[in-house]
């Protein structure tokens, strides 16, 4: 699995932004998708996650209500579209998969929880 992130740029505060995870190679044996950013000088924060065949989403608590993630179509490609972004969204985003069912039980917001990891995005969202 490859993972290619895309969507990222510059945004006034309130403004939108919506970043793409786009899925190659074995995207069938894709459990979860996962987004998380990292800050300058800050940990790795989980944003959002989503099971690959639909169902169950999980938020951070600092972007619920404002993001949303999803799945175009059936397609490979998984969205994240952020609405009324701040300056403390700022950062680098980064996708993640999951690339089979886990043995015990999923944890979204831990990034232990993924395989696979793309490249980052950078979103900068001015004051």
């Known amino acids: 699995v490859q993972l290619q992130a895309s969507g990222g740029g510059w945004v006034q505060t309130g403004g939108s932004l919506n970043l793409a995870c786009t899925v190659a190679g074995r995207s069938d044996d894709v459990y979860a998708v996962g987004w998380f950013r990292q800050a300058p000088g800050k940990e790795r924060e989980f944003v959002a996650a989503?099971?690959?065949?639909?169902?169950?989403?999980d938020y951070g608590d600092p972007v619920k209500g404002r993001f949303t993630i999803s799945r175009i179509a059936v397609g490979s490609t998984v969205s994240l579209q952020m609405n009324t972004l701040k300056p403390e969204d700022t950062a680098v985003y980064y996708c993640?998969?999951?690339?089979?069912?886990?043995?015990?039980?999923?944890?979204?917001?831990?990034?232990?929880?993924?395989?696979?990891w793309g490249q980052g995005t950078l979103v900068t969202v001015s004051s």
């Open positions: 993640a998969t999951r690339n089979e069912r886990p043995w015990t039980p999923f944890r979204a917001e831990q990034s232990s929880s993924y395989n696979t």
């Open positions: 989503m099971r690959w065949n639909g169902g169950r989403t």
